[in-house]
Nanobody, 121 residues
Framework: QVQLVESGGGLVQAGGSLRLSCAAS????????MGWYRQAPGNQRELVVMSTGSGGKRYTDSVKGRFTIVRDNAKNTVFLKINSLKAEGTDVYSCNAEVVSSVSALRYNFWGQGTPVTVST
């Protein structure tokens, strides 16, 4: 089994910044796509950014230029640098990864439990 563990969420003032991290562990042969989604209460979960296995990065338009994903393949970890937060409220940021199992060599999709980011005035 594979676990994705997020950290770094918390309370931040509007206009502030923070960094999220997601570390994958378990029966991992390799990781293809790995990135972040977010969801506000009552809203649909949306893609924030995905780092593809081929080296590409796709950001949702609303975060381009403000959010940056950094991937450390040696540690099976991704970081999300978040700058210039503006919307008041709480979004839960969840890590997502497509993992190739070291047991079966098959691909599986995993989710972290999420880390909340609260923006205050």
């Amino acid at each position: 089994q594979v676990q994705l563990v997020e950290s770094g969420g918390g309370l931040v003032q509007a206009g502030g910044s923070l960094r999220l991290s997601c570390a994958a562990s378990g029966t991992i042969r390799s990781i293809n796509d790995m990135g972040w989604y977010r969801q506000a209460p009552g809203n649909q979960r949306e893609l924030v950014v995905m780092s593809t296995g081929s080296g590409g990065k796709r950001y949702t338009d609303s975060v381009k230029g403000r959010f940056t994903i950094v991937r450390d393949n040696a540690k099976n970890t991704v970081f999300l640098k978040i700058n210039s937060l503006k919307a008041e409220g709480t979004d839960v940021y969840s890590c997502n990864a497509e993992v190739v199992s070291s047991v079966s060599a098959l691909r599986y999709n995993f989710w972290g439990q999420g880390t909340p980011v609260t923006v205050s005035t």
